[in-house]
């Protein structure tokens, strides 16, 4: 069981050094966030594009450009399908997401020819510390990536997830598939695929596991709630991994903990031929690290 990023690191530093590739990271942020990485002993960062700005960037922090590969691009775009092309060609082990917008950066890593897809369903995970408000890391899913998945869409994505926390050291994840109701209700589709896809557990479809749903976010992570309303189970009060309706129920449950309890989080992507570290621009150096750290404690 995860309690704080420091464990994630830690698991990271056991991966060894790994080939991190950004395309356009043009913004100081990004590069202090490459910085602390690098301080932990996590990456060799490779960095692609306005070979000036990046110098200049560089030159802010208490690094020279000998810490960092450098390669020219012309914009954005190029400097995105080239950081994906050496991800191809094994040159590079991990991508992050530079100063591109979302749908744009997707758009690659999703193109049938250039891009890193596996057949897989690409679904994001957000890993959330919340201190003092929780006894454990929360895994977050999906928070950046399906809009509004459907039944079949769900069990993938749990499933990618699950993958992910095996991988990351859990032998029995406990899963809280969310919805606003803990009982059935034809008008709200969550409740019937919480409902079929808790069935599905129950029958060994996802492997040694713990799941429950629908669950309102009190019984997932609170025990006192659970016995206030007579609801009782494992995952009550102690689930690692929330299975979110949609995007937006994700993205905003994720922000909340971020601004209003000062939660740190990673953000990855997975499903591609290499764990993706996808960030919001507005994320800070640390956040940035913690991304990192979580991919590379997966890969």
Known sequence: MLKTFKDVIEIAKGKGTK??????????PMIEGLELAIKEGLIKPILIGDV????????????????????????????????VELVRDGRADLILKGKIGTPD??????????????GRILSHIALHEVPEKYHKMIFLTDAGMNIRPDLEMKIKI???????????GYERP??????????IHPDMPETLDAAAISKLADRGHFGNVAVDGPLGFDLAVSRESGKIKGVTGEVIGDA???????????????????????ALVGGIVVGAKVPVVLLSRSDTPMMKLASIAFAI???
Request: with cysteine; aromatic share 6%; net charge negative.
């Open 19 to 28: 080939r991190l590739v950004v395309g356009a990271p043009h913004v100081l």
């Open 240 to 262: 690692d991994i929330m299975l979110v309706p949609d995007v937006a129920t994700g993205n905003i449950m994720s922000k909340t903990m971020i601004y209003f309890a000062n």
């Open 52 to 83: 000036e700005k990046i110098r200049g960037l560089i030159e802010q922090t208490n690094f020279d450009e000998s810490d960092f590969d450098i390669i020219p691009a012309t914009d954005e775009f190029e400097a995105t399908f080239k950081a």
């Open 297 to 299: 404690s997966v890969s």
């Open 174 to 183: 406990k899963v809280a598939i969310l919805a606003s109701i803990e009982t």
């Open 158 to 168: 749990l499933e990618n997830c699950l993958e992910v926390t095996r991988e990351i």
């Open 105 to 118: 950066f997707l758009r690659i890593i999703l193109h049938r020819e250039r891009g890193l897809r596996t």
